[in-house]
């Protein structure tokens, strides 16, 4: 079965430098979300999407910003980035449709390096 | 505020053993789900179970098994004859609910569990 697919895997930057993460989820999943992990923490959220519009808003920086396209893909980019953003960054995606059975599915993860 | 707590950082067992990964929450809401997930070194996140705030009926799927008990706000994660692939992190989150019944899904994590399993 598809599952979420997150690029890139890894991902090497210098500081102040920019970067996009991108997400596209499950098919038919409508929602998507982004979590942020640094090393030895457990998963923070930081935004979500639903139907192209931003439905929640986690501990965000205001240096990232995120949306949701057309078909549903997802990117978070990360501007200005700082050493301390470094971390494992999540997407996961949902169907609102389908309560009874809803799983969330989490991404493989982008590992972001900021050197 | 949403609060999950799991009482052990580090867990070590010899294979076949059973262990027991616990989780404690804390929330306001009258309805939530409850979930666990499973982080291998690869790093991804599996999910293993989401349950209902309403059902208290307790599941097992295969070597795993899952008792939640709401009046001691615990959902506590078994695993029967454990084996040197359980080694990973378990992570117990909690979510709200929305209107529609679908979990909202701004996860709050616990800690985290590394369990080490040894042949």
């Known amino acids: 079965a598809a599952g979420v697919i997150q690029s890139p895997r890894h991902l090497i930057k210098e500081k102040r430098e920019t970067a996009t993460l991108k997400c596209y989820p499950i098919?038919?999943?409508?929602?998507v979300y982004w979590y942020q992990q640094g090393p030895g923490q457990d998963p923070q959220f930081l935004i979500s999407?639903?139907?192209?519009?931003?439905?929640d808003k986690g501990s965000i920086p205001d240096r990232f910003s995120a949306q949701q396209f057309s078909d549903y893909h997802s990117e978070l980019n990360m501007s200005s980035l700082e050493l301390g953003d470094s971390a494992l960054y999540f997407c996961?995606?949902?169907?609102?449709?389908?309560?009874?059975?809803?799983?969330?599915?989490f991404g493989s993860g982008t590992q972001l390096s900021v050197l | 505020a949403q609060k999950v707590t799991q009482a052990q950082t580090e867990i070590s067992v010899v294979e076949k053993e059973d262990v027991t990964l616990d989780c404690v929450y804390e929330?306001?809401?009258?309805?939530?789900?409850l979930f666990w997930y499973k982080q291998p070194p690869s790093g991804e996140l599996v999910f293993l179970i989401r349950?209902?705030?309403?059902?208290?009926q307790n599941e097992i799927s295969g070597r795993y098994s899952w008792n939640f008990q709401k009046s001691t706000s615990s959902f506590n994660f078994t695993i029967t004859a454990s084996q040197v692939v359980d080694s990973a992190v378990y992570f117990c989150?909690?979510?709200?609910?929305?209107?529609?019944?679908?979990?909202?899904?701004?996860?709050?994590f616990g800690q985290g569990t590394i369990l080490t399993v040894h042949p």
């Open positions: 996961a995606s949902s169907s609102g449709q389908e309560a009874r059975n809803e799983k969330l599915f």
């Open positions: 098919p038919r999943h409508d929602t």
């Open positions: 999407f639903y139907e192209k519009m931003q439905s």
């Open positions: 929330t306001r809401d009258t309805t939530y789900y």
């Open positions: 349950r209902n705030s309403f059902d208290e």
């Open positions: 989150a909690l979510s709200g609910v929305r209107a529609g019944g679908t979990s909202y899904g701004k996860l709050t």
